[in-house]
């Protein structure tokens, strides 16, 4: 795992889909848990920080796209953690495992970093959803926008259901202002960063 920030780690060697740890909390959570492969990656990383998969109590799923939840069954499986996930995406999750609590725009995740907030981004998804924490104005983006090659862009276009809706989302996102951002698609942007999203939104969107 990789150090983002306090409290937050990538997992490392994930072929697609960035998968998140957040270790600040009641207990352990994930963001996204990348390809069908991913889990034992996971696994075998956490435990060499000290982590068991039991530690884990809740996953946060951002869409439902196969680079997302590929490994959810397989960790769900073996961590007992609650799926959480927002209701326009939850039919889809629940072709592989089912969604324990459904969130939607505004709900604030208490026991995750002091207060996760849940902020719909529809777009790329139908109910595409980000996770923000706004005191360290830390945000886990998913594919609302990605980092490919170390380049802000939009999505790519054939996975992404309406590009005008996800294009008003990125506009919503980049008016965060975010200090730290977390990609399902490239390394995390920890520097310059809301400069470089309000750069990216005046003139790319
Ligand atoms: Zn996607």
New binding site residues.
Partial sequence: MKQITDGVYQFQGMAAGGVYLITDGDGLTLVDTGMPNAPNQIIRQMKRAGYAPTDIKRILIT?S?M??IGGLAKLKTISGAEVIASAAEKPDIEQVIAVDRVVNDGDILGEVMGGLQVIATPG??AGHTVYWQPDRRILFIG?ALMNWFGRLSM?FEK?TLDMEQAKESARQIAALEPSIVCF?HGPALTENTAAEITAFAAHRL
Wanted: aromatic content about 0%; glycine content about 10%.
């Fill in positions: 869409h796209h680079d997302h790329h998804s594919d999505p996975p399902g």
